[in-house]
């Protein structure tokens, strides 16, 4: 690269960060009038418009707790109720049964229905309610009718069926 070409680079480049000075000087300009133009009635209706967001958003802040509240209350409740349906699976089944050990091996979604072949009793440590599922089984009763005679979900009487057939 010739001199000439590099005192040229260099003269453009001066001209370029002269421009980005001046701009910058006049935005400087026009900022130090809108600071130097407010009056005392606008820095008034700031501090109204300041003061209006701040209690919005400690009423925001109030709704946010009330609501983290409610799903901290539901979520208790929620631990209550698996934790009846565990032991209410440990009545029906005899096993112990964790929330740990389902979250290792969780329940299907869908449990298919398993008419058992042989409903007689498998296991030695069978309960009377499980007795009680095969006998109605056995007479005909449907699992819906099993259910709502037992107070048992449909779900609990096919799990009964479901460990018959196993």
Do not use: C, W
Not at 10 to 23: G, H, R, T
Not at 50 to 68: D, F, T, Y
């Amino acid at each position: 690269m010739s001199f000439s070409a590099l005192l040229l680079v260099i003269l453009f480049a001066l001209v370029v960060m002269l421009v980005i000075i001046i701009s910058l000087m006049l935005r400087v300009r026009k900022l130090e009038d809108k600071i130097t133009d407010i009056s005392a009635k606008d820095v008034a209706a700031y501090v109204d418009n300041m003061r209006e967001i701040l209690i919005e958003s400690e009423r925001v802040a109030e709704q946010l707790e009330l609501g983290i509240k409610e799903k901290e209350s539901m979520l208790e409740d929620l631990s209550d109720l698996v934790e009846s349906r565990l032991s209410r699976l440990h009545q029906i089944t005899g096993y112990e049964t964790t929330v740990e050990t389902l979250a290792r091996n969780p329940i299907p979604a869908t449990v298919t229905p398993i008419t058992p072949v042989n409903p007689a009793p498998r296991r030695a440590e069978e309960t009377p309610l499980q007795k009680k599922v095969y006998q109605m089984l056995l007479s005909g009763d449907s699992v819906a009718t099993v259910a709502a005679t037992l107070g048992l979900s449909t779900e609990e009487v096919e799990m009964i069926i479901d460990l018959a057939a196993e």
